[in-house]
């Protein structure tokens, strides 16, 4: 079956960053575009990022726009998000999620486990 595994979350201080990882396998990664999404306690979750199959297409909240990076290695099965000058408000359990197309809503079919970020003030 499909399986999304994240991984590099963790405590950061305010201003610094983090990659994310997500390694996909039980089917063609190159065939699917990958999402990231984000739910901080309280909230409902949110799209971040997106990035279509061969990497061509990509889309940002605008909350992360010029901070984080989208991107694939489909040699590697794996999706990343890099994330520069965190901000408190960041603070949230990341999701990968895998679709049939790069989308905003959360129209992914799976979906990883999550890892924290934490941002410190």
């Known amino acids: 079956q499909v399986q999304l595994v994240e991984s590099g979350g963790g405590l950061v201080q305010a201003g610094g960053s983090l990659r994310l990882s997500c390694v996909a396998s039980?089917?063609?990664?190159?065939?699917?575009?990958m999402g990231w999404f984000r739910q901080a306690p309280g909230k409902e979750r949110e799209f971040v990022a997106t990035?279509?199959?061969?990497?061509?297409?990509?889309y940002y909240s605008r909350s992360v726009k010029g901070r984080f990076t989208i991107s694939r290695d489909n040699a590697k099965n794996t999706v990343y998000l890099q994330m520069n000058s965190l901000q408190p408000e960041d603070t949230a359990v990341y999701y990968c999620?895998?679709?049939?197309?790069?989308?905003?809503?959360?129209?992914?079919?799976?979906w990883g486990q999550g890892t924290q970020v934490t941002v410190a003030s």
């Open positions: 990035i279509s199959r061969i990497g061509g297409t990509t």
């Open positions: 999620a895998t679709g049939l197309r790069p989308t905003t809503s959360d129209e992914y079919d799976y």
């Open positions: 039980g089917r063609t990664f190159s065939s699917y575009a």
